[in-house]
């Protein structure tokens, strides 16, 4: 098998395990990854079960694209992203309930949880509101990420990024999650947030805790 057609079957069942997981809903969301010949992106309008390896675009640095069907219309911030961020390999952006939820709200995620900082820091902010497609919410994009894997889109969504498409994917779910864990604290009164001497110490014990395991 061809490297390219394993990077498109790759790309097809990140895309539909995000809509197994309950991320996305129609054709809700997008996925992309980083692959040889460029950024491979799904498709605009096309149902997830639908794909097939030829029908994934193929999408350039310039913003031109080769391939018969037209890429997601959010393909300027993955390209975006894989330009500003050379160890990004995959980009996952979805829709889901909790993570939508607070981004119709323009909240972000505080430090409620440790789990935050596997996300890059202290919180998980919220973009600001620009029109979907557009370069203005590129921009907003680079932004919220700066220092992060994972942020909200105001009124949109929320969407992670990783070392490839799986470790982007499991970072949405997790994004998800913790959303929803938010929201549910919220109803009990409000979460105790932790201090940055709590954020910084967890930040360091993740990088021991969570690093490859070798098994040795």
Same mark, same amino acid.
């Given at each position: 098998?061809?490297q390219d057609l394993q990077a498109r079957l790759d #790309?097809?069942?990140?895309?539909?395990?995000? !809509?197994?997981?309950? $991320?996305?809903?129609?054709?809700?969301? /997008?996925?992309?990854?980083?692959?040889?010949?460029?950024?491979?992106?799904?498709?605009?309008?096309?149902?997830?079960?639908?794909?097939?390896?030829?029908?994934?675009?193929?999408?350039?640095s310039d913003g031109s694209f080769e391939g018969r @069907?037209? +890429?997601?219309?959010?393909?300027?911030?993955?390209?975006?992203?894989?330009?500003?961020? +050379?160890?990004?390999?995959?980009?996952? %952006? %979805?829709?889901?309930?909790? =993570?939508?939820? $607070?981004?119709?709200? *323009?909240?972000?995620?505080?430090? =409620?949880?440790?789990?935050?900082?596997?996300?890059?820091?202290? /919180?998980? *902010? =919220?973009?600001?509101?620009?029109? @979907?497609?557009?370069?203005?919410?590129?921009?907003?994009?680079?932004v919220a990420l700066e220092g992060r894997t994972g =942020?909200?889109? !105001? /009124?949109?969504?929320?969407?992670?990024?990783? *070392?490839?498409? @799986?470790?982007?994917?499991?970072?949405?779910?997790?994004?998800?999650? $913790?959303?929803?864990?938010? #929201?549910?604290?919220?109803?009990?009164?409000?979460?105790? $947030?932790?201090?940055?001497?709590?954020?910084?110490?967890?930040? /360091?014990?993740?990088?021991?805790?969570?690093?490859?395991?070798?098994?040795?």
């Amino acid at each position: 098998m061809s490297q390219d057609l394993q990077a498109r079957l790759d #790309l097809i069942r990140a895309a539909r395990e995000m !809509a197994a997981r309950g $991320l996305a809903a129609g054709t809700s969301g /997008n996925v992309s990854l980083r692959a040889a010949a460029g950024i491979l992106i799904t498709p605009s309008a096309v149902p997830y079960e639908a794909l097939t390896p030829e029908m994934i675009p193929l999408l350039r640095s310039d913003g031109s694209f080769e391939g018969r @069907f037209r +890429p997601s219309s959010e393909w300027r911030f993955h390209l975006d992203i894989y330009l500003s961020r +050379p160890e990004v390999g995959g980009v996952v %952006h %979805h829709h889901a309930p909790y =993570c939508t939820a $607070l981004a119709m709200a *323009r909240q972000e995620i505080p430090p =409620c949880h440790y789990m935050i900082t596997r996300f890059g820091g202290g /919180n998980v *902010r =919220c973009a600001d509101y620009a029109l @979907f497609g557009t370069a203005e919410l590129s921009h907003a994009v680079l932004v919220a990420l700066e220092g992060r894997t994972g =942020c909200l889109m !105001a /009124n949109h969504g929320g969407l992670a990024v990783g *070392r490839d498409v @799986f470790a982007a994917l499991g970072a949405a779910t997790e994004l998800e999650v $913790l959303a929803q864990q938010y #929201l549910l604290s919220l109803q009990a009164g409000g979460p105790a $947030l932790l201090s940055d001497q709590e954020i910084g110490e967890a930040i /360091n014990q993740f990088a021991v805790a969570y690093k490859p395991n070798t098994g040795g």
